[in-house]
């Protein structure tokens, strides 16, 4: 039997998920560098000065052959992801579906807040992107440093995200500093 290969974009819904894992489906995390050949390769498609990610995404769909690809082109994703989105549709000879994940649904405490080793974290959570299942229950730990930002247009939607003070606003509210004691 053939093996059966989707591309995600982005964190599409838990129930597109899920039906992946129903379907038996090989997941590949096309935000994620998958294949390695330039990604000039790209250019093609997107200008030399597009965000890297989305090069990537398109580079990884161009090499996978995949037989679907799922891409979220809504809050969670960058407004260039819909344009992506088209492209894909352009060049892959498989279904590309748009999805738009507003998903609710808690798996415990989030991996962000838990005390791990930086590159621990940022497999955990991007490992997770691909499981139906909640992540193993980490106890959370204390913050040591504040990281604001969030993309233009969306407003926090948690009464608890921390207001960067005013003197933070615009392109100095991604940098780190130390919270306050």
Request: some cysteine; glycine content about 6%.
């Amino acid at each position: 039997m053939k093996e059966k290969r989707a591309g995600i974009v982005g964190v599409p819904p838990l129930s597109v998920i899920r039906t992946l894992h129903e379907e038996r489906f090989n997941i590949f995390d096309l935000d994620e560098p998958q294949v390695r050949v330039s990604l000039d390769l790209t250019s093609r498609y997107l200008p030399r000065v597009y965000c890297a990610i989305l090069r990537t995404v398109v580079l990884n769909a161009m090499h996978l052959k995949l037989d679907v690809v799922y891409i979220d082109v809504g809050p969670g994703k960058c407004d260039c992801a819909l344009h992506v989105a088209t492209i894909l549709e352009d060049i892959l000879d498989c279904p590309v579906i748009q999805t738009r994940n507003t998903d609710t649904t808690g798996f415990g405490t989030p991996v962000c807040r838990a005390r791990m080793k930086l590159v621990d974290k940022f497999l955990a959570i991007t490992r997770s992107v691909q499981s139906p299942l909640p992540h193993d229950d980490i106890p959370a730990c204390t913050p040591t440093a504040g990281f604001w930002g969030y993309r233009h247009g969306i407003s926090p939607s948690s009464s608890s995200f921390p207001t960067p003070p005013m003197s933070m606003a615009g392109p100095a509210a991604w940098k780190t500093r130390p919270r306050p004691t």
